[in-house]
């Protein structure tokens, strides 16, 4: 969002152990009730319906970062069923540039894929919205950049429980195992470690 079309549509950069990050953020997931749209005189989010302008986004924060986070605001709510849209576009995005693409709304948990060697993770699910009790994580991306200039990643999952106002990381080895294995069951193309660590499988 921004108080203009410019600035809802700007990249966040973050310099970090050398490493420049960019955050992009859009939303496509107003059903009934639109929030307002940035325009050139108004304040308002970024909308994605159309991806073009995210995209183009996404293409700027390319050319100037080494790593691009695109978060986008989708799905339909208490759904782990995925929009055929959420497919599209995340594959779009990754097109435009992005290096991971992370979504929420859906409020629960939803799947994750693979795309050109680049993870989409679909809904993070219900971190502070504690309506009822349910599971939710978060995502640890782990950068390294070699001598050639390479960067590498590391994508993580941390399991957790949200319930009352709370969010409460799962320790146990068990839970945790059954977490992942459910992720995997939803997900597409992936394997989930005991340590969280998500990696493509063909």
């Known amino acids: 969002a921004g108080k203009n079309i410019e600035e809802a549509m700007e990249p966040q950069y973050f310099i970090v152990s050398g490493m420049k990050i960019a955050f992009v953020a859009a939303t496509r997931a107003e059903k009934f009730?639109?929030?307002?749209?940035?325009?050139?005189?108004?304040?308002?989010?970024?909308?994605?319906?159309?991806?073009?302008r995210f995209c183009k986004v996404i293409e700027a924060a390319k050319e100037n970062a080494d790593f691009v986070v695109a978060y986008v605001h989708w799905g339909t709510e208490n759904s782990h069923q995925l929009e055929p849209v959420q497919r599209s576009q995340g594959k779009a995005y990754i097109d435009a540039g992005a290096d991971l693409v992370v979504g929420d709304h859906p409020h629960v948990l939803q799947g994750i894929e693979w795309y050109s060697g680049k993870p989409i993770f679909y809904?993070?699910?219900?971190?502070?919205?504690?309506?009822?009790?349910?599971?939710?994580?978060?995502?640890?991306?782990?950068?390294?950049?070699?001598?050639a200039g390479e960067t590498s990643t590391v994508f993580r999952l941390v399991?957790?429980?949200?319930?009352?106002?709370?969010v409460t990381a799962i320790t146990d080895p068990e839970e945790r195992r059954e977490f992942?294995?459910?992720m995997q069951s939803i997900s597409e193309g992936v394997a989930i470690a005991d340590d969280g660590a998500v990696t493509q499988v063909s």
């Open 123 to 147: 809904s993070m699910g219900n971190y502070w919205f504690s309506s009822s009790p349910r599971h939710t994580m978060l995502l640890q991306a782990e950068l390294a950049k070699d001598q």
């Open 159 to 166: 399991p957790a429980w949200t319930e009352g106002g709370r």
């Open 33 to 52: 009730i639109m929030t307002p749209e940035a325009t050139e005189t108004k304040g308002g989010v970024l909308r994605t319906y159309d991806p073009e």
């Open 180 to 182: 992942f294995d459910y």
